[in-house]
């Protein structure tokens, strides 16, 4: 599938969420799913562990390591990465919407991890999970493992009503985030080329093995997640520590 014509279905897909954003929003709808999905018994342990996958920190660090496996879409991977950033940190300061926790009365919603209340719209998780959709689309080649990657990317997202975190109507605002920031990445590197150089990846390198170290240490707020997060960062450390290799030592050998 060429660029402009997955350009095109990105946006027929972004309009029919909008659609349904906006359906959400006008009626019961939003309040009736998000207790449908929530009060579901189901673990967790599962949840809380899908959903810190999600995580803006954690995130970046995952979409910055798959950069650096594809140094050819460098550019877009990372500038996809401050587009998404700023758009939703302005779409969540200019709507405001109150989350779940400040809406429904107290023991009508299931909240595993923090109780948040503020800045619903669109939900930040959900927009990093539909980023990694968008970001490991073009490396799988065959269609059952992009139908995999869709509902891995929607099963992420709805982790965020699991945990009592936003309204379906949010999440459905991440893949419109991730939908807007991409097609604004493709527009901007058609219109210019940014070559990355030794010493640009030896600073990115710097960054990313240090926020790696970090990542040992930071807390996503989430109860039954150390394990994942531990085993994550270990992950994401070698890699880092690998390519501190690759721009500091190999080019002098």
């Known amino acids: 599938m060429n660029k402009r014509l997955t350009i095109k279905l990105i946006a027929a897909i972004a309009v029919i969420h909008l659609v349904l954003i906006v359906l959400f929003q006008q009626s019961p709808l939003n309040v009736y799913l998000f207790r449908l999905l929530n009060g579901a018994n189901t673990p967790h342990l599962l949840w809380a562990n899908i959903t810190i996958l999600g995580d803006g920190y954690l995130g970046a660090l995952i979409l910055i390591a798959i950069a650096f496996m594809d140094t050819r879409r460098f550019t877009e991977i990372f500038l996809f990465m401050i587009v998404a950033a700023l758009l939703s940190f302005s779409l969540k300061l200019g709507f405001n919407t109150p989350r779940p926790a400040s809406v429904l009365e107290p023991g009508g919603i299931n909240i595993i991890g923090p109780v948040l209340t503020r800045h619903s719209f669109p939900s930040g998780h959900s927009t990093t999970f539909f980023m990694y959709l968008f970001v490991l689309w073009p490396r799988v080649r065959q269609w059952p493992g992009k139908v995999l990657l869709v509902l891995a990317a929607y099963l992420g997202a709805i982790s965020r009503i699991m945990v009592g975190a936003h309204w379906p109507a949010d999440i459905l605002g991440g893949f419109l985030t991730a939908g807007l920031a991409w097609m604004l990445t493709q527009y901007f590197i058609e219109k210019k080329t940014i070559t990355w150089t030794v010493p640009r990846f030896r600073i990115v390198t710097l960054i990313l093995t240090v926020a790696t170290a970090g ?15 531990t085993m994550l960062a270990a992950t994401l450390f070698g890699f880092a520590v690998y390519n501190t290799y690759k721009y500091f030592v190999r080019p002098f050998k």
């Open 215 to 229: 990542a040992f240490f930071y807390s996503t707020g989430y109860p039954y997640t150390r394990l994942l997060q």
